[in-house]
């Protein structure tokens, strides 16, 4: 199994940035791909960036192109998502989450380890 734990969320105004942060332990991080999900209130939980265990290739929704940036370091078992000119309609709970030998998949039901979620505000 793989652990996952976010890190990073917080308030901030529109036009700011942040940077989450997500720490895995146990299983095989590295061997993983891992992505970024997003849930508003009310709203079904959405992909936002996903990553393949092998290569650079990270695909985006296409909402956040631009402006967010996911990278990973292996060494440290984490995965990072840089988030800069955000907006009120980025406020959401963040979720990463993990899919052994995944490609770095778009689809929810492609990963089968989660970490609890970091509240991201960004107020107008």
């Known amino acids: 199994q793989v652990q996952l734990v976010e890190s990073g969320g917080g308030l901030v105004q529109a036009g700011g940035s942040l940077r989450l942060s997500c720490a895995a332990s146990g299983g095989t991080f590295s061997t993983s791909a891992i992505a970024w999900f997003r849930q508003a209130p009310g709203q079904e939980r959405e992909f936002v960036a996903a990553?393949?265990?092998?290569?650079?290739?990270?695909v985006y929704l296409d909402s956040v192109k631009g402006r967010f940036t996911m990278s990973r370091d292996n060494a440290k078992n984490t995965v990072y998502l840089q988030m800069n000119s955000l907006k009120p309609e980025d406020t959401a709970v963040y979720y990463c989450a993990a899919d052994p030998w995944g490609i770095g998949s778009e689809n929810i039901k492609s990963y089968d380890y989660w970490g609890q979620g970091t509240q991201v505000t960004v107020s107008s």
């Open positions: 990553r393949s265990w092998i290569g650079d290739k990270t």
